[in-house]
Every structure is written in C-alpha cells, then in structure tokens.
C-alpha cells in the first residue's frame, strides 16, 4: 500500500514537471518570436556637394530675382550643376547639366513650384571655396534663349567665420509633397570688400542684393549672397500612399537597424515604441526624437487620443525645429497630425546672429506653417495603409 502511494506521488511529480517543462518551452518560444514595430514616419536625404544663392530681387529681370546654382556627384542625381532660376511669379526653372537625372517632382517644395526644367550645355560651370572665399562661374542660355552670366570672385584674406543655418526655403513653398529641411553647414555669406559679384542677363547686368541688416558679421560688411559646402538636403515625411510595413524587432531591443536607419526603442511590456529615429547619411545623421516614445500603432485602443512632442536635430550648428503631434484612435482609423509648432530653435555663437535672427522673423517661424496629416486603416489580413499629406496653414 505504501508503496503504491509512493508510485502515485512520483507519478505526479514526473506529471508536473512535464507541464512545467511545456510551460517553459512555450515561454521560451513565445520571447524568441519578433515582435512587429510600424514607423509611419520618415526622412529622405537627397545628396547635395555644394550650394549658392544670388538675390536681385531690389534689381529684378523681367523674369527672375535669384539665381540658385547647385553642385552633384552621386548615384541618385548624377554628376554636374544645375542652376535654379527663381521667379517673378513664384515659380522656379530648373536648368540643369545633361549628366544629371533629376527627378521633377522633388521641386514641388520650391516656391509654388516647377514651370520648366531644360537640360543646357555649361561648359564653364565652376564652385569652389578657397582661402579667400568662393569662386563661382555659370553660363548658360535661359527658355527665352537670352545668354545668363553668374561670377562670384572672392579675394578677401580675412579668414571665414562660418555658421550653421536651416535655410527658410520652405517658406515660399504653396502645395508641397513634403516639409523641406535645408540644413547648411559652413554656411556663409560674400563678403562686400575684395568681392565681384556679376549677374547678367542678355548683357544687362543686375545688382545683387546686401545682406538686410546693419550690423556686420564678423567686423564685415556683407552682401545676402550666401552659400554652403556641406549642404544637407532633407525632406519630412515624403506624401505617401500605400501599405504601411512593419519591421521585424528582436523583443526587449533597444536598437534596430534597417538600411542607413536606425530604430531606438523602448518596451512596455512586449510591445516596441520608437524613443528615436537616426537617418544616417554621408554628411550628418538627421535624428527625430521623441519626447515619451511614440506608440505602436497596432497596440492603440480604439477611442482614445495621444499628445506628444517632437525634436529633428542633424548637427547641433543648425539647430533643432520642435513641434507635437497627436493621435486619434476611432472607428478602429487612426489619424496621425504634426506639426512643428515652436519652429526652429537655432543655436547662434555670435551676436550678429542673434540680431539676424531676430529681424529675419521668418527663420524660426516658418515651420509652424506645415501641418501633416496621416489617415492609417488596417485591412481585414492585419496589414495597414497609410495615406499622408502636408499643407500650409498661415
């Protein structure tokens, strides 16, 4: 008798860590099991060598106020210049070298957008920065056939005190695909002594604009034609239409690495939110953070709404833009909106600056004109679709 109770107890024993056992596994294979994290979210990087921008704007052409030469070698836009022509009426003209592919779309963000873009023969398209400043030659014929003549000759020995500075070209922009983040480091404007500045169009010449504030930069009287040599061309959250797909994360990782972007993430409890996003690039990575980790979208309840805040930060030199966005859950359709709400927050080392800054109202503000809006569905198979569009509200 006693022995069959013993039996029966081990019997139990043996039955029990079995469960157990199978509990483990289970546990086990449940945690080995990717979780699924969806970014609705995202920032391209269009490669760029080098920018100039000539205003005449006080001096205008019967049909351009600026000049906007830029320089390329990469695998996405080819090898070559282009010069952008800025017009009376708001639109651009993109002429640009036969080695470029270009693609017309990306110039939507330009003022109210592109009227023409025609491939011309430059033979003597030149930019360059040495000790003395920039030197800069372009030729070219315009639409109406009339000859256009840009030099930039800086002979000025005093050394260059560049800065970095969120160019405000999205400012003129009517209709954009989506918010233009021009980031320019070592950016700096021509200096007025030791410079020649020619801009001539059909043989009439055109006098550039002065930088519009009193006070010198760096002990020097300046002209507002400006450049960079590490430009950093980035747009928000490209218009999109389309399936939103989700990344395969390991559970409990705080990094997540995908092409040239890397996921920072934090948990709660088995499910991924995003902390950050690093677009990385050959120049500086563009990183959007977010004040309390954005959610999962397949993790949010029906009915319910979220506020949170947002940073975009490349180099520190050229600041941070900071806004919020929020989230509405109904109807099982979520609705994504942001907006750069406080603007760009720059970080000037100089007095100047700060100065410039303050009158030029529109480099910090524009930004909390751009709204974005994202109507996310999920689909009877589990999968989402997202739908997404900028517009200007001021």
């Known amino acids: 008798m006693q022995i069959d ?20 596994i289970l546990i086990q294979t449940s945690n080995s099991q990717n979780a699924m994290l969806y970014n609705p979210f995202h920032i391209a990087i269009d490669p760029m060598e080098r920018i100039l921008l000539i205003n005449f704007e006080k001096d205008p052409d019967s049909l351009y106020i600026g000049f906007e030469p830029q320089v390329f070698n990469d ?25 470029l592919a270009l693609d017309p779309n990306k110039y939507d963000i330009a003022g109210k957008g592109l009227a023409n873009m025609l491939k011309r023969e430059m033979p003597f398209a030149f930019s360059e920065i040495n000790d003395f400043g920039l030197q800069a030659h372009y030729e070219f014929q315009d639409i109406h056939n009339r000859k256009v003549v840009i030099k930039v000759t800086e002979e000025n020995p005093k050394k260059r005190k560049p800065f970095g ?5 999205g400012a003129a922009a009517e209709s954009p695909s989506a918010m233009p983040l021009v980031l320019l480091h070592d950016f700096y404007f021509v200096r007025k002594k030791h410079s020649q500045i020619e801009v ?48 395969n994360v390991e559970p409990g990782g705080v990094l997540h690495k995908d092409g040239n972007i890397d996921y920072h ?55 941070r833009i900071i806004g919020h966005y929020t989230i509405e859950k109904t109807d099982e359709a979520i609705t994504i909106v942001m907006i750069p709400s406080k603007g760009w927050k720059p970080r000037p080392t100089k007095f100047s600056l700060r100065v410039l800054y303050t009158m030029g109202k529109v480099f910090k503000k524009w930004p909390t004109t751009y709204k974005w809006t994202a109507n996310i569905q999920q689909n009877a198979d589990g999968t989402f679709f997202m739908k997404s569009s900028w517009e200007r509200t001021k």
Request: hydrophobic residues 40%; glycine residues 8%.
């Open 75 to 99: 695998s996405i836009n080819g090898k070559g210049h282009l010069v952008i022509g800025w017009r009376i009426d708001g639109k651009v003209d993109v002429y640009h070298e036969p080695g």
């Open 165 to 169: 500075l969120l160019a405000p070209m």
């Open 265 to 319: 993430m934090a948990w709660f409890g088995n499910v991924p939110s995003i902390k950050r996003i690093s677009f990385n690039n050959e120049t500086h990575p563009v990183e959007l953070r977010f004040t309390t980790p954005f959610p999962n979208i397949n993790s949010i309840e029906n009915n319910t709404s979220f506020k949170g805040r947002f940073e975009i930060e490349a180099h520190p030199t050229t600041g």
């Open 200 to 247: 001539a169009i059909n043989g009439k010449q055109h006098q550039p604009d002065d930088l519009p504030m009193p006070l010198p930069i760096d002990g020097s009287k300046m002209t507002f034609t400006r450049y960079s040599p590490e430009p950093l061309i980035a747009t928000l959250n490209p218009a999109f239409n389309g399936e939103l797909l989700g990344l």
């Open 5 to 24: 109770i013993n039996q029966t107890i081990m019997k139990t024993i043996i039955k029990l860590c079995g469960l157990l056992f199978i509990n483990f």
